[in-house]
């Protein structure tokens, strides 16, 4: 079965520099979620999108940004990058269906590192 | 706000011991339940899920069963294999906190040999 694609795998970065975290979900999913996983941590959700539209948003630093696009794949952007910034990247979508709407399928992730 | 508590870990087992780990959960409304696991190096993956009360979520030998009257939902395995050493999420979906997940802290698994 199909699941969520997300690209980069690894990315290495310096102080200051930019990021774009791309995530693709799965065919029929019109949901996508950010989460970021620090070193030992739980994920901590970033933000959502349904059909395009940001729907819900969480401890987002105003350095980032992201967004949904027609073919509903989404990406993070991320901007004048810390040191702090360095952890796992996820991206989740969930289906349309009733009753499913719920579960997040998670991608891969991005592991970010700043240098 | 909606919050989930995890037993503390790690929790280290031998091959074939019974698991248990608990897991709690504070939130209004009706939301939905899930265990999600993540193996070293890897991403998160979706273990069971209960949606509604009384409701048995089971896969790969673990279950959990979502038992509103003390909001818990503790997982379970009969026989654990060192394959199963992980990161075991517990997590909330719904209550006040509609579309985003709210995690347990996660409970570090090993099985040894």
């Known amino acids: 079965a199909a699941g969520v694609i997300q690209s980069p795998r690894h990315l290495i970065k310096e102080k200051r520099e930019t990021a774009t975290l791309k995530c693709y979900p799965i065919?029929?999913?019109?949901?996508v979620y950010w989460y970021q996983q620090g070193p030992g941590q739980d994920p901590q959700f970033l933000i959502s999108f349904y059909e395009k539209m940001q729907s819900d948003k969480g401890s987002i630093p105003d350095r980032f940004s992201a967004q949904q696009f027609s073919d509903y794949h989404s990406e993070l952007n991320m901007s004048s990058l810390e040191l702090g910034d360095s952890a796992l990247y996820f991206c989740?979508?969930?289906?349309?269906?009733?009753?499913?709407?719920?579960?997040?399928?998670f991608g891969p992730g991005t592991r970010l590192l700043v240098l | 706000g909606d919050s989930v508590t995890q037993m503390e870990g790690p929790v280290t087992l031998s091959e074939e011991a019974f698991l248990t780990i608990n897991c709690t959960y504070t939130?209004?409304?009706?939301?939905?339940l899930f265990w999600y696991v993540q193996y070293p190096g890897e991403g998160l993956q979706l273990l069971l899920k209960?949606?509604?009360?009384?409701d048995k979520g089971s896969n790969k030998g673990f279950e959990a069963t979502y038992r509103k009257e003390t909001t818990s939902f503790h997982l379970e395995k009969g026989s654990v294999q060192v394959s199963d050493s992980a990161v075991y999420f517990c997590?909330?979906?719904?209550?006040?906190?509609?579309?985003?997940?709210?995690f347990g802290q996660g409970t570090i698994l090993t099985v040894h040999p």
């Open positions: 989740a979508s969930s289906p349309t269906e009733r009753g499913d709407r719920e579960t997040q399928y």
């Open positions: 209960a949606t509604k009360a009384d």
């Open positions: 997590v909330l979906a719904g209550g006040t906190s509609y579309g985003k997940l709210t």
């Open positions: 065919p029929r999913h019109d949901t």
């Open positions: 939130a209004t409304g009706y939301p939905s």
